[in-house]
Structures are given as structure tokens and as C-alpha cells.
């Protein structure tokens, strides 16, 4: 069993910055051999993808955030990061983890979230 625990979330002004960290109770091979994505929900929409990287480090980003949210992770100690800049009121949400495994059967993990308000 995965758990992924996400940290990082609170109040920042417009313009600001955060980072989130998501880390995993998984053993070593399933974190590094699998992708992990970072989503957000904001009240009344759609959870959708901020920012995905694979297991050999690429990277995908959703339209809104492009340019400005860049996501990493340490292998060594199983966490994902998302550092987030010039912070947009509408970038508030709840942000979620997930890890992915990409061989039969698919399993899917989700972190619990992590809230991140952005203030005009």
C-alpha cells in the first residue's frame, strides 16, 4: 500500500511563492519507476492536472501554470515537489498528489490535499 502525504499549502499574496511537497510511504522501485502528478480542485470545479513528471524525470504542465509552477522530485527521499511562483488568485485550491503505476493492474494513489489560498 502507498500513502503520499502532501505539505507546503497556507496563504500567500498575489505574486508570491510556495512549494508543496508530496512524499511517499512506498518502497524505493515504485516511487522511482512511476510517474507522480500534482492536481488542484478549486470550490465548484473540475479537479484538473497542474503538473506531472515521470520516473526518468519529464515533465508535463498544464496550460494555466506553464511558465511559472515548476515540478521535481528526490528519489532519495521518495518526494515530489512543486514550487510555485507569481501566484495567481485563481491558482487557489485544494492541491493533490498522485502516483501512478503504469504495468497491469494500474493502481492509483491520492494524497489527502493540501489547501493553497491566493489573495488579491
Known amino acids: 500500500q502507498v500513502q503520499l502525504v502532501e505539505s507546503g499549502g497556507g496563504l500567500v499574496q498575489a505574486g508570491g511563492s510556495l512549494r508543496l511537497s508530496c512524499t511517499a510511504s512506498?518502497?524505493?522501485?515504485?516511487?522511482?519507476?512511476?510517474?507522480m502528478g500534482w492536481y488542484r480542485q478549486a470550490p465548484g470545479k473540475e479537479r484538473e492536472l497542474v503538473a506531472a513528471i515521470t520516473g526518468a524525470g519529464s515533465t508535463n504542465y498544464g496550460k494555466a501554470v506553464k511558465g511559472r509552477f515548476t515540478v521535481s522530485r528526490d528519489s532519495r527521499k521518495k518526494t515530489v515537489y512543486l514550487q510555485m511562483s507569481s501566484l495567481k488568485t485563481e491558482d487557489t485550491g485544494v492541491y493533490y498528489c498522485?502516483?501512478?503505476?503504469?504495468?497491469?493492474?494500474?493502481?492509483?494513489?491520492w494524497g489527502q490535499g493540501t489547501q493553497v489560498t491566493v489573495s488579491s
Open positions: 498522485k502516483l501512478w503505476t503504469l504495468t497491469a493492474p494500474q493502481q492509483i494513489y
Open positions: 512506498a518502497s524505493g522501485s515504485i516511487f522511482s519507476d512511476n510517474p
